[in-house]
């Protein structure tokens, strides 16, 4: 596949992600109440949100999503921009296409140069060797390594992977860099088995990365005349259901997929999430608005989990953690038939 296919591969993606952006959204947070306490007993300027997870200002982040093209590389200088700004973590999207392409590497490597003290995250395959993934971390700088599951997307797509033989790679990738590896799926979510699995590969971070955001198998399938795997659109686990998951699981979780609100990223902290990631909605944002006003979005943010975390009695994430909640039946019925707590 020549450069030029590789990035307008990229292009097509911000496109198609922000095109269904309208009609997604089901991750399953309409699903968790968080019960209501009349007598809080606490206030807004008595509520810490930080430090959460890698000693992060805050408890969401910028997940993955671009570089690799002209136009990705000028949304990845914004987003940096934007978190160096506001002090939140960001991660680039896949660098496989630079380590293949070197003349690539400035659109993500444009992340550091514009944001030269914040927490970045390089973003690889499974498939990459330790060598490759040391070589995304210098190309950025990086912090810490995301490591994307994304069986679907390569099966979805015709010139995709079909070997997925990965577990042995990400052990040797999680004993052979010098920064933590987060093992994130793109968007079908995860299962206890595969934490258990993960887990004894030596991985100590997972983000369960569920279904009801964007949704790869739709932006692949449309990418191409006749989607066969139209099929797939409510396959996987969602972002609420991979949590419940994951309860038990004994790793730092991190939770992306279909997160639309601060009182989501609320109600993924209190299933048991360490941090929360947005993607499309702050591509949808910068896209839409421009960067200035995705930058706004984003302090609202920080304004309003404080007050929503007074409101709620939870001086911090622990506490908040304490908060009681009840389920709709159809995830109850879910964590009932998978034997979940
Ligand atoms: C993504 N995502 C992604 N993830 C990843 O690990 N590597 C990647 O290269 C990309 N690329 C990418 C491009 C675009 C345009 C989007 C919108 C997303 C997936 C992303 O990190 C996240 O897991 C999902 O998008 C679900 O979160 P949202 O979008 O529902 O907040």
Same mark, same amino acid.
């Given at each position: 596949?020549?450069?030029?296919?590789?990035?307008?591969?990229?292009?097509?993606?911000?496109? *198609?992600?922000?095109?269904?952006?309208?009609?997604?959204?089901?991750?399953?947070?309409?699903? !968790?109440?968080?019960l209501?306490?009349?007598?809080?007993?606490?206030?807004?300027?008595?509520?810490? !949100?930080?430090?959460?997870?890698?000693?992060?200002?805050?408890?969401?982040?910028?997940?993955? &999503?671009t570089?690799?093209?002209?136009?990705?590389? $000028?949304?990845?200088?914004?987003?940096?921009?934007?978190?160096?700004?506001?002090? /939140?973590?960001?991660?680039?999207?896949?660098?496989?296409?630079? =380590?293949?392409?070197?003349? *690539?590497?400035?659109?993500?490597?444009?992340?550091? @140069?514009?944001?030269?003290?914040?927490?970045?995250?390089?973003?690889?395959?499974?498939?990459?060797? !330790?060598?490759?993934?040391?070589?995304?971390?210098?190309?950025?700088?990086?912090?810490? /390594?995301?490591?994307?599951l994304?069986?679907?997307?390569?099966?979805? &797509?015709?010139?995709g992977?079909?070997?997925?033989?990965?577990?042995?790679?990400?052990?040797?990738l999680?004993?052979?860099?010098?920064?933590?590896?987060?093992?994130?799926?793109?968007?079908?979510?995860?299962?206890? @088995?595969? =934490?258990?699995?993960l887990?004894?590969?030596?991985? %100590?971070?997972?983000?369960?990365g569920?279904?009801?955001?964007?949704?790869?198998? %739709?932006?692949?399938? !449309?990418?191409?005349?006749?989607?066969?795997?139209?099929?797939?659109?409510?396959?996987?686990?969602?972002? $609420?259901?991979?949590? =419940?998951e994951?309860?038990?699981?004994?790793?730092?979780?991190?939770?992306?997929?279909?997160? %639309?609100?601060?009182?989501?990223?609320?109600?993924?902290?209190?299933?048991?999430?360490?941090? $929360?990631?947005?993607?499309?909605?702050?591509?949808?944002w *910068?896209?839409?608005?421009?960067?200035?006003?995705?930058?706004?979005?984003?302090?609202?943010?920080?304004?309003?989990?404080?007050?929503? &975390?007074? &409101?709620l009695?939870?001086?911090?994430?622990?506490? =908040?953690?304490?908060?009681?909640?009840?389920?709709?039946?159809? #995830?109850?019925?879910?964590?009932?038939?998978?034997? #979940?707590?």
């Amino acid at each position: 596949m020549s450069q030029s296919i590789q990035s307008h591969r990229k292009d097509e993606h911000v496109f *198609l992600a922000e095109k269904f952006f309208q009609d997604q959204a089901a991750a399953g947070f309409e699903q !968790v109440r968080l019960l209501h306490d009349p007598l809080p007993e606490t206030a807004v300027a008595d509520v810490l !949100v930080a430090p959460g997870l890698f000693n992060w200002q805050w408890p969401f982040f910028i997940n993955a &999503m671009t570089g690799g093209s002209k136009q990705t590389g $000028v949304y990845n200088q914004q987003l940096a921009a934007i978190a160096a700004h506001t002090g /939140l973590a960001m991660a680039t999207g896949s660098q496989a296409v630079a =380590l293949k392409e070197p003349a *690539l590497a400035p659109t993500f490597s444009i992340v550091r @140069e514009t944001n030269p003290t914040g927490f970045l995250l390089a973003n690889i395959g499974a498939d990459k060797t !330790v060598a490759q993934a040391q070589a995304a971390i210098a190309m950025i700088g990086a912090d810490a /390594l995301e490591i994307h599951l994304n069986a679907v997307q390569e099966i979805v &797509m015709p010139e995709g992977d079909r070997d997925f033989h990965w577990l042995t790679q990400i052990k040797a990738l999680v004993e052979g860099v010098a920064v933590p590896v987060i093992v994130k799926e793109v968007g079908f979510g995860m299962t206890r @088995e595969a =934490l258990a699995k993960l887990k004894t590969a030596g991985v %100590r971070y997972v983000d369960v990365g569920g279904r009801g955001g964007t949704n790869f198998a %739709r932006i692949e399938g !449309v990418r191409r005349q006749g989607d066969q795997f139209a099929m797939l659109a409510d396959f996987g686990q969602s972002t $609420v259901e991979s949590l =419940l998951e994951a309860g038990a699981s004994g790793l730092t979780i991190l939770a992306t997929g279909g997160v %639309r609100s601060p009182w989501d990223v609320l109600k993924a902290l209190r299933l048991g999430a360490s941090a $929360v990631g947005i993607s499309g909605l702050a591509l949808h944002w *910068l896209i839409q608005e421009g960067p200035a006003a995705a930058e706004a979005h984003i302090k609202q943010w920080q304004a309003m989990l404080p007050a929503l &975390m007074a &409101m709620l009695g939870a001086r911090d994430v622990k506490a =908040l953690q304490n908060v009681p909640v009840v389920v709709a039946p159809a #995830l109850a019925s879910y964590a009932q038939q998978r034997g #979940l707590a």
